[in-house]
């Protein structure tokens, strides 16, 4: 621990950078982003309403540039606005997940005896229900708003966090720092915040980055499924609106697909790159 | 060897007593009681007949009780009655369960054998024109969602093409014979399996190629190469054989999900199988069914943790001598 903190963060910022993958990826999440933020501004209408008529296709008429779906709606609005729903849910359901696991992995490698036993076995639990199976029924139960959504994508994403957490204050928990620490008087929970999750949060944090694209891709399935929220624009959704009209107008499928695609391949090479910046032991991998 | 089996068995049944409380208490939370359901859609209000249905099933009895009801009836192998069906929910779910095994086996044999052959190909050459192609495919695939690969499969194989027929698990109303139909499930189940084949080839590739390296870069390879072997002989006899420990973990977990992967391949296709059974149960609020592929699932996932350490009894001898 030589090194001052900030001449770190330098070097994982450029090892990030120079994984040309990474950067490529957070170039696409910040046009995703931006799309999202400015969704409003671009288009001052309901992307759910009905603008012209239906199948117009894709650069035919400049007005709207992707075209029409099987309603009449504009396909850019909508893609636009369900940029902001993918990336609302997903973020937010990634946080909520590493919250929750964080604190569970935490608690059940500080404490140990009972508790790690109680909190093992949840996390096997959980870890038991296939993930798809878990949320549709979550969000059929609880109803289909956005907030459900993210909680039970929250909710069933959160056991490998748990894992990883448990692992990594195991590994730390008897260091002598920690150990110094203890001798002060440190209170508990205040070596668990300030002493060891700084250094148990790296491959967390990678973790996360993938559970983010993981969200993405449950969020749209869940949407296309028809169990999405019907008030707001979803790829997903859209996807499932288009699926009857495949002969004719496959356009409604192919673009909604790419976007999906492109943000979840962003958000894995994201991963990537966090993992080389924050793990230079598996860099050479 | 028999004491791990044993108690792996043993561990079934905490597994399915906590599925069916959790799963219990998310029910508990859906406004109105599946009796509620029941009579609205089958427009019964005469009061006699609601209470007699209410003792029926149990509803005149606190959600305590009902549980450790619920709990003991699935030890003796009843998962409960299907109103909407009308008939007992192991036999619908056993009815639907061949297809979903059919479908998911066929795309995990698919997944595991081609990502395996991709990822030693991108290994062994790595940093080339082979592991960059490879690699971004494994990329593009991991991150395209099933369904939609799904459809686009059909767009091209069953609409442009007519190659392959766009839904359902046989032809409706043909007879072929023996060989026909079974030709014909064929036909059906290729675009479906390749859909989800793909997306778990992909991360079987990305773990092959990814354990693959690490072992290359291990003592005892040296060794077998300063020894003068040939390098297909290092690469498969000492290789290959230490890299697949990484790949059983990742088919346990996989044979894990072996019920509910499908559930979105499942809709795209028609296909009749656990998936499209817990998709309509859970729009139309069949809770016993719900339920009753939660309990399957945990027993299938418990069977899939035992062939894991059976596998990993096989192949590796360290575990085996502790």
């Given at each position: 621990m030589a090194r001052s903190a900030s001449s770190q963060s330098l070097d994982h910022l450029y090892r990030f950078a120079r994984n040309k993958g990474a950067v490529l990826g957070l170039i696409i999440i910040v046009i995703v982003f931006a799309a999202a933020i400015a969704a409003p501004w671009l288009i001052d209408?309901?992307?759910?309403r009905i603008v012209y008529?239906?199948?117009?296709?894709?650069?035919?008429n400049p007005k709207y540039p992707l075209g029409t779906d099987s309603l009449g709606r504009d396909i850019l609005a909508l893609i636009l606005f369900g940029a902001r729903t993918t990336l609302m849910i997903s973020f937010a359901a990634a946080f909520t997940a590493t919250i929750l696991g964080v604190i569970i992995g935490a608690f059940a490698a500080w404490f140990g005896g009972w508790l790690d036993e109680v909190l093992t076995r949840l996390t096997e639990l959980f870890q038991t229900i296939p993930n798809i199976l878990m949320i549709m029924t979550v969000v059929a139960v609880l109803g289909q708003t956005i907030g459900n959504i993210t909680f039970a994508i929250g909710i069933t994403m959160w056991p490998p966090i748990a894992r990883l957490t448990r692992a990594e204050y195991l590994a730390l928990r008897d260091r002598e720092f920690v150990l110094a620490c203890r001798s002060m008087g440190m209170g508990n929970i205040r070596i668990m915040v300030t002493e060891i999750l700084p250094n148990a949060i790296p491959p967390v944090i990678v973790l996360g980055s993938v559970i983010i694209g993981s969200s993405i891709l449950f969020e749209s399935s869940i949407s296309f499924l028809?169990?999405?929220?019907?008030?707001v624009a979803s790829w997903g959704a859209l996807i499932g609106d288009g699926r009857t009209l495949i002969r004719r107008s496959w356009y409604i499928c192919a673009i909604p697909g790419l976007a999906i695609m492109f943000t979840v391949l962003a958000m894995n090479l994201i991963g990537d790159g966090l993992n080389d910046a924050l793990n230079p032991r598996l860099r050479d991998r | 060897m028999k004491r791990l089996i044993l108690s792996r068995l043993l561990q079934i049944i905490p597994l399915v007593i906590g599925v069916i409380v959790m799963n219990f208490v998310l029910i508990q939370?859906?406004?109105?009681t599946l009796l509620d359901i029941m009579t609205s859609e089958q427009q019964i209000t005469d009061p006699a007949a609601l209470d007699r249905m209410r003792e029926l099933y149990g509803y005149d009895q606190s959600p305590i009780i009902q549980l450790l009801k619920y709990i003991y009836s699935v030890f003796t192998l009843d998962l409960g009655y299907s109103y909407r069906q009308n008939a007992p929910v192991l036999d619908i779910i056993l009815a639907q369960l061949p297809s979903t095994l059919l479908l998911m086996l066929v795309a995990i044999g698919i997944a595991v054998t081609f990502g395996m052959i991709a990822g030693v190909i991108a290994s062994v050459k790595v940093n080339t024109f082979w592991d960059v192609v490879i690699s971004l495919a494994a990329v593009f695939f991991f991150a395209a969602p099933t369904f939609w690969l799904g459809i686009m499969l059909i767009i091209v194989f069953?609409?442009?093409?007519?190659?392959?027929?766009?839904?359902?698990m046989t032809t409706i109303g043909v007879d072929y014979g023996f060989f026909g139909h079974i030709w014909d499930v064929i036909r059906h189940l290729i675009l479906p399996a390749l859909s989800l084949g793909l997306f778990y080839m992909a991360i079987y590739t990305r773990v092959m190629r990814a354990s693959m390296l690490e072992v290359f870069s291990l003592d005892f390879v040296r060794t077998a190469r300063a020894k003068g072997l040939s390098t297909t002989r290092v690469i498969f006899a000492h290789v290959y054989r230490n890299a697949l420990l990484p790949v059983v973990t990742l088919l346990g977990l996989q044979l894990a999900t072996?019920?509910?992967?499908?559930v979105v391949i499942e809709a795209v296709f028609s296909w009749p199988g656990i998936g499209s059974l817990m998709l309509d149960s859970v729009m139309s609020r069949n809770y016993p069914v719900v339920l009753g592929v939660f309990v399957l699932s945990a027993v299938v996932v418990a069977f899939a943790n035992l062939l894991v350490d059976i596998a990993y009894y096989r192949l590796d001898p360290r575990i085996r001598n502790r």
């Open positions: 209408r309901d992307p759910l008529r239906p199948e117009i296709w894709p650069f035919t028809g169990l999405g929220d019907p008030n | 939370m859906a406004p109105g069953s609409v442009w093409l007519g190659w392959l027929p766009v839904g359902g072996v019920l509910g992967g499908s």
